[in-house]
């Protein structure tokens, strides 16, 4: 079955506390990306790779980090996360994106205390 | 950015009326996608309509696109409890960075 998967899909932390989630696509996408969302505020999105070691910020970058080493991977990493930080993470991957729809993950629900 | 807003920002009506619901944007686009998100869970994907096009429909969905305008609208007939939910446009202008409104929450009563 096609699908992006996230773990974990509920996480409670503190701050300061390094943290990853991950993200994985069998769909052999080019195109992956991760975005947040809060009340109000739609999807913001904080970083995209349009392939294989090729990264880019998007509208909201500041304290995360992406690596994109295998095709099939996309991890977001927040070294030092702050309360405002606690969200609703969504991974998502597409062929280029210009001519087809993103394929979203489940969300990851992040708590920072 | 430019970033997409969706107009209203709920709408609440009954079971077999139809439903419309806008999005307007700020600069020139490649595509405008409209995108169904359940309560908490991931998006769907509904419909693309490319910046040549002006009508698109797939099933009970209708979108259309006035460039000139910057808008869109998106339009569910013959509505069903099985629509509510959050309705999303994002638009693409470069092809790599999307852009997502705020939503417009749906709610459909039996």
């Known amino acids: 079955e096609a699908q992006v998967t996230q773990n974990p899909r509920y996480l409670i932390t503190v701050t300061g506390k390094k943290l990853t989630v991950t993200c994985s696509q069998n769909m052999n996408h080019e195109y992956m990306s991760w975005y947040r969302q809060d009340p109000g505020l739609g999807l913001r999105q904080i970083y995209y790779?349009?392939?294989?070691?090729?990264?880019d910020k998007g509208d909201v970058p500041e304290g995360y980090k992406v690596s994109r080493k295998e095709k099939r991977n996309f991890p977001l990493i927040l070294e030092s996360p702050s309360p405002n930080q606690t969200s609703l993470y969504f991974c998502?991957?597409?062929?280029?994106?210009?001519?087809?729809?993103?394929?979203f993950g489940p969300g990851t629900r992040l708590t920072v205390l | 950015s430019q970033q997409g807003e969706e107009d209203p920002q709920a709408l609440s009506i009954q079971e077999g009326e139809n439903a419309t619901m806008n999005c307007s944007y700020k600069t020139s686009i490649n595509n405008l996608q409209w995108y169904r998100q359940n309560s908490g869970r991931g998006l769907v994907h509904l419909i693309l309509?490319?910046?040549?096009?002006r009508e698109k429909h797939s099933g009970r969905l209708r979108v259309t696109l006035d460039t000139s305008k910057k808008s869109s609208s998106l339009l569910i007939t013959a509505s069903r409890a099985a629509d509510t939910a959050s309705y999303f446009c994002a638009t693409d202008a470069y092809g790599q960075n999307f852009v997502f409104g705020p939503g417009t929450r749906l709610s459909v009563l039996p």
């Open positions: 309509i490319r910046s040549n096009e």
């Open positions: 998502a991957s597409s062929l280029p994106p210009s001519t087809d729809t993103q394929y």
């Open positions: 790779s349009m392939n294989v070691e090729v990264t």
